[in-house]
């Protein structure tokens, strides 16, 4: 893999992390961890082998709000805490909405394909910049607001 695409990617999993962490650390009392790992697991089709191919390919069925809505619901059948699952779908929804907005957008009525996208450099330079502002800024709106920093 060419360098390129390896910071591009790197950059690109950095701002998936942050943006589900700082969400979930903003706006809820769970684990920020956990928007770490569920701002990550769509991307986990990185990890299919080619062959499988449609839907299980990247940006396949693990970028479509079905599977959000299964993975929420499956952390709060497995937790039992509402606020875990508000948590995981902070985390799984952030990255989602960020690459529906990219030129190769989602699939948002899965199973059905479609194709629309506005076509966003959503990972662009500027755009990376911004959304880390914007999550430092949540999270300094967090720390100051007079709740407790775990
Ligand atoms: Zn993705």
Known sequence: MEIGRVLF???AFLTHAFVGYALVRGFTDADPRIGI???LLPDADFCFPA?????LVH???THTPLFALT???GSYAISRYRETAVAVGLA???HLLIDSLSPKGIDWLFPLETTWSPGLPVHSPTATVLLWAVSIGLLRWRATDGRTID
């Open 9 to 11: 990617l790197g950059g």
């Open 37 to 39: 790992v569920f701002g």
């Open 51 to 55: 062959a499988w191919g449609w839907p």
């Open 59 to 61: 940006r396949g069925v």
């Open 71 to 73: 993975v929420v619901a």
């Open 92 to 94: 799984i929804g952030s």
